[in-house]
């Protein structure tokens, strides 16, 4: 599901992740890279976004709804 992201955002998530002592230090900036591809965070990219913080997808899901910077549909 990783191959949601592109390789670029990938390793712009990877290189933000590196910044911080706990990886999920670096989720907001990663769903800010996220987004930047498309414009909003479909469900594809929730998942792989899960996949690499090691989280569930309905918890990615929670700070997307809860911010209003970060959109689950298209804008």
Excluded: C
């Excluded at 090691?54 to 929670?62: C, F, P």
Aim: net charge negative.
């Amino acid at each position: 599901m990783v191959d949601a992201l592109s390789a670029e955002t990938r390793a712009k998530i990877d290189a933000e992740i590196a910044k911080y002592p706990k990886k999920r230090g670096a989720l907001l900036p990663a769903l800010h890279l996220a987004q930047s591809e498309q414009g909003w965070l479909p469900p594809q990219k929730v998942s792989a976004l899960a996949e690499i913080f090691g989280m569930h997808a309905i918890e990615i899901q929670e700070v997307i709804s809860f911010y209003n910077m970060f959109y689950d549909q298209p804008q």
